[in-house]
């Protein structure tokens, strides 16, 4: 019993410790002064204002968005095959390939950004969106796989044989009872795609070019040069949009799991 308060106080705690700057910062993002100050002399909108009016967070957001949008698509479709390919029983194979496609979460991001700018210069990718969308799917395919793989080993195979058995091609298996029992980890692989697209500075620092700067990239910018409470308001929009992502796959795995 003792244990169990004791878990429960320092999970408690830990979630205080995430969560105690986001509430620190994000109240600023409704302020109406032009500092980062407590407390707050009143609630105002013109930092949201700003964001959508001013051309350099306007066009951030825009290629945010594109650059996000086509890192989930191919981190999603990528990382479906890769871990249908690893389902394999093949040890002596599939072992060494997982660890191959890990090996971008470990990899440091200053370590791939200088590999892909000096590749990117040869392959004449350099400062464009489609070098940036497969920088960033790089490092999201990682996440994709293990997603998609943890559903596909959940998986009662027992269905696949009988699909098999019932006269149904591979292809007609995949479509009709694998990838349906995959996607929920399917769908939580494309939203932390997203999410890392949206996230990334270092790789966008190293490849993209003036008209590919995101909204991550603008946010460090703007540390670097002013301190303004227009960060505060992008902040919230990367948070507010997160949550909604997650609240909308926990929806859909729900109505799935129901429909079940």
Not at 144 to 158: C, E, F, P
């Amino acid at each position: 019993m003792a244990g169990k308060l004791i878990s429960a106080v320092f999970g408690v705690l830990a979630v205080c410790f995430l969560l105690l700057p986001l509430v620190v910062i994000l109240p600023l993002a409704f302020t109406s002064s032009q500092f980062l100050i407590y407390p707050i002399p009143s609630f105002s909108l013109r930092w949201f204002e700003e964001l959508f009016t001013t051309p350099v967070w306007r066009d951030s957001i825009v290629n945010s968005l594109i650059i996000g949008a086509g890192t989930t698509i191919l981190a999603t479709v990528l990382g479906v095959l890769a871990a249908l390919g690893l389902r394999e029983k093949l040890n002596f194979v599939s072992a060494p390939l997982n660890t191959v496609f890990l090996l971008p979460m470990v990899v440091p991001a200053v370590v791939l950004g200088v590999g892909m700018q000096i590749l990117y210069a040869k392959l004449g990718l350099s400062s464009s969106y489609a070098g940036i969308i497969i920088a960033h799917t790089v490092i999201a395919i990682p996440l994709v796989i293990v997603s998609v793989a943890n559903s596909l080993q959940g998986m009662d195979t027992r269905l696949e044989l009988a699909a098999a058995s019932l006269g149904a091609g591979p292809a007609a298996t995949l479509r009709h009872v694998t990838l349906p029992l995959a996607f929920p980890g399917i769908m939580t692989g494309a939203v932390l795609a997203f999410a890392v697209s949206l996230d990334e500075v270092v790789l966008n620092i190293f490849l993209a070019g003036p008209g590919q700067r995101t909204l991550a990239r603008q946010m460090f910018a703007t540390l670097r040069d002013s301190i303004s409470p227009a960060i505060a308001a992008a902040a919230f929009l990367f948070i507010a949009g997160t949550v909604l992502l997650t609240l909308l796959v926990l929806l859909a795995r729900r109505r799935f799991s129901g429909a079940r």
